[in-house]
């Protein structure tokens, strides 16, 4: 069956970096796009980015653009979140989530399998 397991989170200073990292088994990883969302206490879970298959293409909330990096590593089935510059605002419980065979955008609901879920937090 499909897990993605994620894995990396934890308490980081402001300006502070961390890497997430989401194992995925049970699909053949290289066919599908995968994204990464947040949720903070209180809030609906938002969009951070995507990538698509072969890691050529990717898409960034404005939230994050210039400070987050989303990467793939097929041989792996591992996609990382590398992030920087961390703010406390950044704080939340992070999801890696299985999007389809074909484009996926923003949108939860394009999303079809997602992982348990690892929290950051960034102290002020």
């Known amino acids: 069956q499909v897990q993605l397991v994620e894995s990396g989170g934890g308490l980081v200073q402001g300006g502070g970096s961390l890497r997430l990292s989401c194992e995925a088994s049970?699909?053949?990883?290289?066919?599908?796009?995968m994204g990464w969302f947040r949720q903070a206490p209180g809030k609906e879970r938002e969009f951070v980015a995507n990538?698509?298959?072969?890691?050529?293409?990717?898409i960034y909330a404005d939230s994050v653009k210039g400070r987050f990096t989303i990467s793939r590593d097929n041989a792996k089935n591992t996609a990382y979140l590398q992030m920087n510059s961390l703010k406390p605002e950044d704080t939340a419980v992070y999801y890696c989530a299985r999007g389809a065979a074909f484009f996926t955008g923003a949108k939860p609901s394009e999303y079809d399998y997602w992982g348990q879920g690892t929290q950051v937090i960034v102290s002020s």
């Open positions: 049970g699909f053949t990883f290289r066919q599908y796009f």
């Open positions: 990538i698509n298959w072969g890691g050529s293409g990717t």
